[in-house]
Nanobody, 125 residues
Framework: QVQLVESGGGLVQPGGSLRLSCTAS????????IGWFRQVPGKEREGVSC????????YYADSLKGRFTISRDNAKNTVYLQMNSLKPEDTAVYYCATRPRNCHRPGYYTEYDWWGQGTQVTVSS
């Protein structure tokens, strides 16, 4: 059973930074991708970034390039999302998700098989 647990959300002022963590367990495939998504009430879940286990390749939503960085620590089975220069419009519940296939773009939420419970990020003064 694949399990994902997010952490690191919270309240931050505009211009600040947060680092989200996604710790994974239960994989049965050597090749998988971890994706980050975010969702605000009334809107569709939006793809933020993804990273492939096969080669560490990373992909981002165009609007977030340069502010967000995805990385991994294989020894800890953890993927991170470093978010800098945060804006009020980054406020959302952030989810990590996984599937046993590589990504070439963050993609749509329907393309992922397992999900974490989500962590709230609020950017406000």
């Amino acid at each position: 059973q694949v399990q994902l647990v997010e952490s690191g959300g919270g309240l931050v002022q505009p211009g600040g930074s947060l680092r989200l963590s996604c710790t994974a367990s239960g994989f049965t495939s050597d090749y998988y991708t971890i994706g980050w998504f975010r969702q605000v009430p009334g809107k569709e879940r939006e793809g933020v970034s993804c990273i492939n286990s096969s080669d560490g390749s990373t992909y981002y939503a165009d609007s977030l390039k340069g502010r967000f960085t995805i990385s991994r620590d294989n020894a800890k089975n953890t993927v991170y999302l470093q978010m800098n220069s945060l804006k009020p419009e980054d406020t959302a519940v952030y989810y990590c998700a996984t599937r046993p296939r590589n990504c070439h773009r963050p993609g749509y939420y329907t393309e992922y098989d397992w999900w974490g419970q989500g962590t709230q990020v609020t950017v406000s003064s």
